[in-house]
């Protein structure tokens, strides 16, 4: 086993090793081996190289490992600034790999390959792992960001689909076909003969919509199918929640009752009663909603779907 020679770097505040470790000066007083990380970026056509982490005065410093093993062991008469590998693995740090070069060195060991897409002769100094020219590599990182960028803006759409799905809003409403089809803003506003900030405003405004809308749909695993109750014949059986003002109102008809007597009941005005029976997906206080769908004596079901107490939360604007 070869002997081991420490040598000092860095103002005696790095002790580097001949078997490719490195010591720094603690505080406590004694020595700590420094961590290795890799460097460089191999998806853009760079090498990877180990980096040296150590502390000097309470702050951190950096520098390669094939670099201070260089200058603390491998002489250099010639003064050249490059520190090669051997085996053209830029990983292997040992010092049998490392060697003094420059420009006019590396030019001599230079290889010329053909780039893998599009056949043109490129030149390297060592084999890579992909062997792209400049151009095809800038067109595969453009092909890598578009496909990115798509599976985004695809994802955006389902959501949005999804959320119109459980609103039970339409999906063949104006824009939205469009929209959902995978169309600009730009492109809808010039179907329609309209300005792209129309569309834009029109799909904010149908999103915010839906989401209000959403609120009153079943929160999953709140109620299971053991607690569903059965759907009775005097039941309010809906298949949007827009449509529950005019189920409303007709039970409250067949029931005998009064809009007075309910606001009585209920501790509010007649004119905000009269909103919440126009529009109770949009009334402020949903608990309400609940208050008199107890006093028709009614359960809600949305497309088959059971509405208790727990989707009528009470919250203001």
Known sequence: MAEVIEKWADGMA???????????????????????V??????????????????????????????LLAEAFIPNPGNKRIVSFRDGNSLNISLDNLFWADA????????????????????????????????????QYSRRRSEKTSQKKEQKLEEFKDLLLRANISLDTRYVRMHLAGYSVTEIAKCYGCSKQCVSAFLIHLRKKAEKLDQLR???????????????EDDITITRIKDLGLAI?????????????????????????????????????????????????VNLFVNGRYFGQEWFPEYSR
Request: hydrophobic fraction near 25%; charged fraction near 35%.
């Open 218 to 232: 079943p929160l999953p695993g709140t109620a299971t199918e053991e607690e569903q109750p059965d759907i009775r």
């Open 38 to 67: 890799k460097v460089g970026r191999p998806e853009e056509g760079r090498r990877k190289y180990l980096s040296v982490v150590w502390m000097k005065n309470g702050e951190e410093r950096r520098g390669y490992a094939h670099r």
């Open 14 to 36: 790095l002790k580097v090793c001949s078997d490719s470790t490195f010591y720094f000066f603690c505080r406590d007083g004694y020595w700590k081996k420094c961590n290795m």
């Open 249 to 297: 109102r007709k039970k409250r008809q067949e029931r005998g009752l009064t809009q007075a007597r309910i606001c009585k009941q209920l501790g509010i005005s007649a004119e905000d009663y009269r909103n919440l029976e126009t529009h109770p997906e949009r009334y402020p206080d949903r608990s309400k909603v609940w208050d008199v769908l107890q006093i028709l004596n």
């Open 104 to 139: 006019s060195d590396l030019k001599r060991q230079k290889k010329v390959f053909q780039c893998t897409e599009c056949g043109k002769k490129i030149v390297y100094s060592q084999k890579e792992k992909v062997q792209l020219c400049r151009t095809c590599m800038q067109r």
